[in-house]
């Protein structure tokens, strides 16, 4: 499938079923476009129409232009077929049932109030509770008994507040290294976080162990305070602030991202991301809201507008930024066009439900984070694994392919079929799409693409 | 070719053949947590360069 846009000056084709990415010129992109449905003869007369007066548009030139395309079609480089389908179904059946990576909640509960969380203030709408010990390591063992011969296995502490229960978080990590090798392992650990308890130990701590950090920021002072707040109220800005730069500092280039969530009050989140890059942060990311449509917080379809200009906006400030450089990270555009994953990758995507799953303080199983506390979704548990075979089969069979709204989008295989809390919490079914959420990913993806094409070609404009 | 610049990118058809090994990094495109989408993954198979 070929997807063509204009960005920034840039005129960008990509060719999805290969993954070819090509910049071209105005006189291609019109060529491209009618290259499948036209005749050689009609394209030119409507080409020299269209540019009559151009000096470099001859029917010469054309002939050359449209040499090339053929060229690119036969190296299968343009307008390759797309012949996945197949690959969707043996590829899960092939993976088996490999869990390589657990979401533990190790604290149902959250010194913070967020009136947005999707949690509900770390309860997932259940009581309180922290994970302890006893469970973590029955998770982390059934992890490992679970993960066949994969060697990357992935747990992240999550909430909740995860330092709530910070003890256990250090326990299980040390648990883990201590039986790694024998079982020939390698555990990669993550921690997300609001950042009320930030100290000296967790941020030495967790600078060891954890690969990633997340950190919870939401941009400026106002945005953030207005939803962020504890439990009398106040913002949280000013506390955790510095205990983020200490820890960013303190990190030493290892991975960690400042994450924010933007609503319908701040839909013009650069701003969010300029007031993150004066604080001295330079791997951010910006997310919009997950919450019901009622909701005060979600998106309105005005908003959604807006945010399709601030992610377009903000490719050009990442761009500006590189060239007086003081270059930043967004976490969506960050693509990876010659090492990215393979096309099994790009079929399956997240795997929540299959070889990934959420783990509750009680043990319980749901495919993900976001299906914690959703009853019909709970898989099983880690001491007796997979009971809920039906509901493991949904999620089993979520994949690029699936869903007739995915058929002809070009953007199937870097989003792999979407995510499917999204598409429960939009159409009611994991086997459904969150329209508004494909609207602003094909745009992230447009706009992660377009700075790739940047960096490859001189400037334009 | 004068009016097309094409990016060096991995072949996904070739990676088909190949077959995955399924080391990667599990990706959620979601809002709250590490939110890794699929694109932004790095490849971990061995054999791959
Ligand atoms: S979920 Fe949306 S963006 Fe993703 S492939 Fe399907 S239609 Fe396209
Ligand atoms: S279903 Fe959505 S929220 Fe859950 S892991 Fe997948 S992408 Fe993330």
């Known amino acids: 499938m070929v997807h063509q846009y204009k960005l920034n000056g840039y005129h960008i084709v990509l060719d999805t079923c290969s993954g070819s990415v090509h910049a071209v010129d105005e006189v291609a992109y019109d060529i491209i476009g009618l290259y499948e449905e036209k005749t050689e003869e009609e394209i030119t007369a409507q080409i020299l129409e269209k540019y009559r007066g151009r000096e470099d548009v001859t029917r010469e030139e054309i002939r050359l232009c449209l040499a090339d395309v053929a060229k690119l079609k036969q190296q299968g480089k343009l307008f390759t077929p797309d012949t996945y389908a197949p690959l969707a179904n043996e590829f899960k059946e092939r993976s088996g049932n490999v869990v390589k990576a657990l979401c533990l909640h190790v604290a149902h509960t959250c010194n913070l109030n967020c009136a947005y969380c999707f949690a509900s203030q770390g309860k997932y709408h259940g009581e309180r509770a922290l994970m302890s010990f006893e469970t973590g390591k029955r998770a982390l063992d059934f992890l490992i008994e679970h993960s066949g011969s994969r060697t990357n296995l992935e747990v992240d502490f999550f909430g909740g507040e995860p330092l709530m229960n910070w003890e256990v978080v250090k326990q299980l990590v040390l648990y883990a290294r201590s039986v790694e090798k024998e079982h ?118 005005e908003d959604l507008t807006v945010v399709l200009k601030e992610y377009e906006l903000l490719a050009q400030k990442m761009l500006d930024a590189k060239r007086e450089g003081k270059e930043f990270t ?58 809920n075979h039906g509901a493991q089969e949904e999620f089993c069979a979520c994949n690029a392919y699936t869903r007739k709204e995915c058929e002809d989008c070009w953007a199937k295989l870097y989003c792999s079929g979407g995510c499917a809390a999204n598409a429960y919490h939009a159409a009611g079914s994991v086997s459904g799409i969150y329209a508004a959420g494909c609207e602003l990913f094909k745009k992230r993806m447009e706009c992660a693409v377009m700075l790739q094409v940047a960096d490859a070609l001189p400037r334009q404009e | 070719m004068k009016r097309i610049q094409t990016l060096e990118t991995k072949n996904l058809c070739e990676s088909a053949k190949k077959g995955g090994c399924g080391e990667c990094q599990t990706s959620c495109q979601s809002a709250c947590k590490t939110s890794c989408g699929i694109a932004n993954q790095k490849c971990e198979k061995k054999d791959e360069r």
């Not at chain 1, 939803?227 to 106040?234: H, Q, T």
């Not at chain 1, 300029?274 to 998106?299: H, N, Q, W």
């Not at chain 1, 079929?347 to 993900?368: F, H, K, N, Q, R």
């Open chain 1, 330 to 387: 967004f976490y969506h555009y960050m693509i990876d066009l010659t090492k990215g994953p393979c096309i099994y990758k790009r079929i399956s995507g997240c795997g929540s439900g299959t070889e990934y799953m959420a783990v509750t303080p009680w043990g319980d199983l749901y495919p993900c984070h976001q299906f914690v506390g959703e009853e019909k979704y709970k898989l099983g548990d880690i001491w007796n694994g997979i009971s």
């Open chain 1, 184 to 301: 020939r392992k390698n555990f990669r650990f993550t921690l997300t976080t609001n950042g009320m308890l930030i100290d000296d130990d967790v941020i030495d701590f967790a600078n060891r162990e954890m690969s990633n950090v997340v950190l919870s920021l939401d941009g400026r002072k106002e945005v953030h305070d207005r939803l962020r707040v504890d439990y009398a109220g106040n913002g949280s800005f000013d506390r955790i602030v510095p205990k983020f730069q200490k820890l960013v500092a303190a990190r030493g280039g290892k991975n960690y991202y400042m994450r924010g969530t933007f609503t319908h009050q701040n839909p013009d989140f650069t701003r969010d991301i300029d007031e993150m890059l004066r604080l001295g942060f330079t791997e951010l990311s910006m997310e919009p809201v997950v919450c019901a449509p009622a909701d005060p917080a979600a998106l309105t379809q």
